[in-house]
């Protein structure tokens, strides 16, 4: 099918650095949640408790998963559209199949296994992002209260199930900082979700939201599926909207060493 003289210009302009920006956004949301909390030591339900104890409750839990099970590995199927930010035309769509392996406060590594651009397959290298980017700032363990400072939001319903929205404040406005809601289930504390962006957008980002939905394996919840929308914004240089949809299987949490 013939490229559009719209979508041509589109490539022409700014198209590298934005495919760029898209996988570091990627990489770094990705990078909170590369392992992820476990449920409640009891099987009680928290609807009686105090947002003290609901805090510190979220709070502990999760630094205690973190610790125990600091490594995840899964397969992601990635599916990036490069769209106008205004009328949605879709410029060129990417889908990625590739092997991650991450651990709580470090650079994931990302192995790229197949990469299709507009239904071409292409060598996988199209598809890879050398880029390193600096490590976000950990929300749990020994340095998440230094970072960032949890509120009770109330309870409310995440894909149907009885929720508290736990909000999550950053003490500084960086790029390296989440802002946005955690999802935590009422009976047992569980993750369930996450919404929010960066506190401080990097230049060349004009907007960014993040939605994560966890499920249950042995050992706790993992990440199962995702969507980041991200416009970018460069004056004469690029003005796109970036959705980046995944898929996790096949994960494993591995134990700490020791």
Known sequence: MPISSRAERHRKAGACAGRRTAFWI????????????????????????????????VFKRMSAFEAAFPINESLRHVTIREQ??????????????????????ENPTREVESCWIDGESVEPTRCEDKDQIAAPLRIFGPTGADNYTLKLGGRTIFQEVE????????????????????????DDLRLLGSEGTLADLPFGVESLAVHLCF???DQGPVVKHGKIDVTLYVPVIVHKRLVSEFEATQQRLLPAAG
């Open 26 to 57: 990627l990489a770094l949301l990705l990078l909170v949640w590369s392992t992820s909390p476990g449920r409640a030591e009891a099987d009680a339900t928290t609807a009686g408790w105090t947002s003290e104890q609901i805090l510190e409750g």
């Open 84 to 105: 106008d930010p205004n009328d949605g035309e879709v410029f060129e769509t990417r889908v990625i199949d590739q092997a991650v392996r991450g651990r709580v406060g």
């Open 163 to 186: 929720s508290w929205r736990i909000r999550i404040v950053p003490r500084e406005v960086t790029s390296r900082h989440f802002k946005g809601d955690l999802f935590v289930a009422v």
């Open 215 to 217: 499920e249950e394996i």
